[in-house]
């Protein structure tokens, strides 16, 4: 049995170890100097996707850089891409917008390429929410990063520079005009006034030791340029589906019917039990012994019965409406259901796609009253974000 216990034990450690190897590494690798040799000023919030086919060695990297820049004045705020999912086949570009409603500055894209020879080696990319690259530096498992202004190390000679083509004859072609009708520009304008939008939300919870937790997401759908929101059925009614919207309805009288009986029966049923519990009947439960005279009569059973039937009644009721959702679609097919809408409200116009690009390339987005904020919770503080986003068209 002891030799059992010894060879777990080892095991354990075995495993423990080699889990522990691939980060470890990475953690001589990223070091604070190096990194915040890239960040000449810091940035508000960073969040650190581990992309690419090799998952276990971009998740290490990132775990390690993670560690490095929660300890460096780079950002003030690291997150992680629990939230977004399996993104190990997507392209920088659909990471950086999956990240587009979470509270950072920028995404660092991790992208681990195993060597057969040697050491793996790693590039990360720095992407703001426009999917710029901000910076970028590669680096060597188990081997420092170097700072930006030192030459990179690498395995091999670095390729010559390509030679950079004459271009002081180029003359760039004429900028071709955008003229949009009259009558287009009254569609666009019907169109801004009817179309449907979904505005994407995200919480998070950041305690005093600057973690996250798991952020939450939701959608609510708009229409028009006044960003009319749309609740319950209004949706629904504004995609021209009453169908929809009257199975909306119907669902959600039943749960709040179903919510509202539920405590009613248990109130009811309370009250009765407590009534049959404090009355008497003229049945005899315990008699003296010694002159046969009844010293306690039975409750009202019946009624006691009845009262606790109810309540366990009412709780049948009360508790399956609370996971009854009123909506009769799920959200993924709310967001088609809109696409179609509009798709339809664009061809009654007679509106195209190029319509609508040529009306967004002249339009003008003006970002005013961006305010910051937190706000005290009970093991640390939330970071709160609005703003104004101001359409010219």
């Known amino acids: 049995m002891k030799s059992y216990f010894k060879l777990a034990g080892l095991v354990f450690v075995l495993i423990t170890c080699f889990s522990l190897n691939g980060v470890a590494s990475w ?19 960073v969040l650190i ?13 990132a775990q390690a850089l993670k560690s490095v820049l929660q300890v460096s004045d780079v950002s003030g705020l690291v997150m992680t891409d629990e939230a ?44 703001n929410k426009e999917s710029i690259v901000i910076v970028s530096f590669s680096a060597i498992d188990g081997v420092a990063m170097a700072l930006r202004s030192s030459p990179p190390v690498t395995h091999e000679q670095p390729p010559s520079t390509p030679p950079v083509a004459d271009t002081t004859d180029y003359t760039p072609p004429p900028a071709k005009s955008i003229d949009l009708t009259q009558d287009k520009l009254d569609a666009l304008d019907q169109y801004e006034k009817r179309r449907i939008f979904f505005k994407e939300w995200a919480g998070v919870y950041i305690d005093g030791h600057n973690n996250v937790s798991m952020p939450v997401r939701w959608s609510v759908p708009h229409q028009g340029k006044d960003e009319i929101p749309l609740e319950g059925a209004d949706f629904y009614t504004a995609i021209e589906r ?152």
Request: hydrophobic share 45%; with cysteine; proline share 6%.
């Open 242 to 393: 009453n169908d929809l919207a009257a199975r909306y309805r119907k669902r959600k009288a039943i749960k709040i019917s179903l919510l509202v009986l539920g405590p009613s029966l248990m109130l009811t049923g309370g009250i009765l039990a407590g009534i049959g519990f404090n009355t008497e009947t003229d049945k005899c439960e315990l008699r003296s012994p010694i002159d046969d005279e009844c010293m306690a009569y039975e409750n009202n059973k019946v009624m006691m019965n009845i009262g606790v039937g109810l309540v366990l009644g009412g709780l049948v009721v009360f508790v399956p409406p609370m996971f009854i959702r009123p909506h009769p679609v799920k959200a993924g097919d709310a967001h088609r259901l809109a696409r179609d809408y509009n798709q339809h409200l664009r061809e009654e116009l007679g509106l195209s796609e190029k319509d609508i690009e040529i009306r967004e390339k002249t339009s003008a987005i003006d970002v005013t009253n961006v305010r910051f904020g937190l706000f005290p919770l009970q093991n640390g503080a939330g970071l709160s974000l609005a703003g104004q986003f101001n359409l010219t068209l």
């Open 49 to 61: 996707a581990a992309a690419g086919p090799d998952q276990a060695g971009a998740k290490h990297a």
């Open 84 to 127: 977004l999912g399996d993104i190990a086949a997507l392209d920088d570009a659909a990471i950086v917008e999956k990240c587009g409603v979470f509270p950072v500055e920028l995404v660092a894209v991790v992208r681990v390429f195993p060597s057969d020879t040697g050491p793996d080696n790693v590039i990360v990319t720095f992407y």
């Open 27 to 45: 953690n001589q690798t990223f070091t604070p100097s190096g990194v915040a040799s890239y960040f000449p000023d810091p940035v508000s919030g």
